[in-house]
């Protein structure tokens, strides 16, 4: 598994079940398309929130990728966190660490956000 959908799994294992909401009707139409999926939508403030409040660290997952890492388990690691900057296409340099740890922290929110993960809109800019 990548690293990124381990992590990934970390949280969204850990939400809570929330209504599933169908996204198309469930009545099927002869030569119709078959109906999609339905979406799930993780809390993944709510999820955060919690590991934190259980943890006797203080991990503040909402600005550093390090903690969030931590947060849920993670070798935080600079080799990791590397391997984690090329899964996800990072073009620059790794040796400048600080620039690489924001461009994860932000693309991992935004990937979350993507995969059905649910986060306020100011830590997605």
């Known amino acids: 598994m990548s690293i990124f959908g381990n992590l990934m799994s970390k949280i969204f294992g850990r ?3 929330a209504p599933i909401t169908p996204v198309a009707p469930v009545i ?4 119709a398309a078959p109906a999609a999926t339905a979406t799930v939508v993780v809390d993944v403030e709510a999820v955060l929130e ?3 409040a259980k943890n006797p660290q203080k991990l503040n997952w909402r600005t550093s990728i390090v903690d969030l890492m931590k947060l849920v388990g993670m070798d935080s690691s600079l080799t990791q ?3 984690l900057a090329k899964e996800l296409g ?3 340099n790794m040796q400048d660490s600080a620039t ?3 461009w994860l922290h932000q693309q991992v929110l ?3 956000a993507a995969n059905g993960g649910k986060l306020p809109a100011e830590l997605l800019h």
Request: charged letters at 25%; aromatic letters at 4%; hydrophobic letters at 30%.
């Open 81 to 83: 966190r590397k391997e």
């Open 28 to 31: 099927p139409v002869p030569g």
């Open 50 to 52: 919690g590991l934190a």
């Open 15 to 17: 939400a809570e079940p």
């Open 110 to 112: 935004q990937k979350l």
């Open 100 to 102: 690489m740890n924001m």
């Open 90 to 92: 990072y073009s620059g």
